[in-house]
């Protein structure tokens, strides 16, 4: 009697052990998935913060653009929630038109990640109203 219970205890341990092995792999698989969607919520979150640092350094120089002064090319440095942007600045003059290229770049876990932005800008003169 003792050899069955032993043998039907041994049963009941081998399925306690495969339902463990279970519980492991999809907690292991559960944290990584975690792990992996607070990565790309951060990249994302970084993406979004060049994109405004862009847009404020482009609308910056729309403004000079329209009080007179020409956008220039060149490089600087836009802090922005703990993290530092370098922007580079890159104008071509056309006739009436400045085609601005920014490339801002910032490092993600030790790799350079870098954005893209292009605008054309033209001076608006002033109107002149007669009454």
Do not use: C, K
Request: hydrophobic fraction near 45%; charged fraction near 25%; aromatic fraction near 6%.
């Amino acid at each position: 009697m003792s050899t069955r219970r032993n043998r039907a205890e041994a049963g009941w341990i081998l399925i306690e052990t495969v339902v463990l092995g279970i519980i492991v792999l999809a907690t292991a698989a559960a944290l990584a998935l975690f792990a992996r969607t607070a990565l790309l919520e951060e990249r994302a979150a970084e993406r979004m913060e060049a994109a405004f640092a862009a847009r404020a350094q482009l609308s910056m120089m729309e403004a000079e653009l329209d009080q007179g002064i020409p956008p220039l090319s060149g490089q600087t440095e836009v802090s922005s929630n703990d993290r530092v942007y370098q922007v580079e600045t890159s104008v071509v003059h056309q006739h009436e038109f400045y085609d601005v290229h920014l490339r801002i770049s910032w490092e993600h876990l030790g790799h350079e990640e870098q954005a893209d932005f292009v605008r054309r800008m033209r001076h608006h003169g002033s109107a002149v109203h007669s009454p």
